[in-house]
């Protein structure tokens, strides 16, 4: 599988088992306000849970649609946490961006649609003013705008990363496929096949990309995007040996606040 991470944790010569934990944040996209609150829920409750080796995986699409994209990117850029080490992941909404600024401007007035607006507008560029330039004065423009290091960092992103039983990816996996063998653009773009798929795919995979009103728990996935960009709502998976659970922002101009609603599908 292309651009994987595995999670080693300790040394197996060592007498004291070593305890492992990780947390995995669904879709962002351009919403720090939430990614802050949640980044805190998770602090503290690593805190609560004692010391661990952990992870924060982010699961990708930290751009796009909501108003704050390019602050998004900087402090997850520089985020380092004391208690966890980050992997990030690829997602759609990155592939995208990197790609239009590889040269590839034909794609771009449809990235403007479903998203790319309000991520060049966070970059101080006015979206309609950018449609209305040719392709080539179109790219100056964003090459201009989008700091090296945004790109560089994005540029660095992963596609994959396994823990135990568990695969995180952006999307999902192509069914019936070997993991070692899937490619990109399933791992960050696939749907369907994969969200109606029930068979067991060896391990389970955690994703985004696809979003519910609730957190997806299935035999063979855990779906975590629930929309932040429009809800409010930011979801993080934490996983411990056996046990799992959630937590999830509660923005007050978004929706009421509310515990953590599970969608239990395993039998569906």
């Not at 292309?2 to 305890?19: E, I, P, W, Y």
């Not at 990780?22 to 990614?35: E, W």
């Not at 823990?163 to 369907?192: C, E, K, N, S, T």
């Amino acid at each position: 599988m292309v651009g994987s991470r595995d999670f080693l944790f300790g040394n197996r010569k060592s007498r004291a088992r070593v305890r492992q934990r990780v947390y995995a944040i669904g879709d962002i996209h351009g919403r720090l306000d939430v990614l802050d609150e949640l980044l805190d829920k998770i602090s503290s409750d690593s805190d609560l849970r004692g010391d661990a080796s952990t992870t924060i995986v982010v699961l990708g699409d930290l751009i796009d649609r909501g108003p704050q994209s390019a602050e998004v990117v900087e402090r997850l850029r520089t985020y380092r946490p004391s208690f966890a080490k980050t992997v990030f992941l690829m997602g759609n909404h990155e592939e995208i961006l990197l790609r239009i600024l590889g040269g590839e401007t034909g794609i771009l007035h449809d990235w403007l649609r479903f998203g790319g607006a309000e991520c060049v507008r966070s970059y101080g560029i006015d979206p309609i003013d950018l449609q209305c330039r040719d392709r080539s004065e179109a790219l100056r423009m964003l090459r201009r705008s989008i700091p090296r290091r945004h790109l560089k960092f994005i540029a660095s992103f992963v596609d994959s990363a396994s823990f135990g039983r568990y695969l995180f990816v952006h999307a999902g996996i192509r069914p019936g496929v070997p993991l070692a063998q899937q490619l990109p653009q399933d791992l960050r773009w696939i749907r369907g096949p994969f969200l109606d798929d029930n068979s067991d795919h060896g391990r389970i995979v955690v994703h985004g990309h696809s979003i519910s009103e609730t957190i997806e728990v299935r035999s063979n996935r855990i779906g975590l995007d629930t929309g932040a960009f429009s809800t409010g709502v930011l979801t993080a998976m934490g996983v411990e040996d056996d046990e799992t659970w959630f937590l999830q922002t509660a923005i007050a101009h978004a929706r009421p606040a509310q515990p953590p609603r599970v969608a239990n599908l395993a039998d569906a």
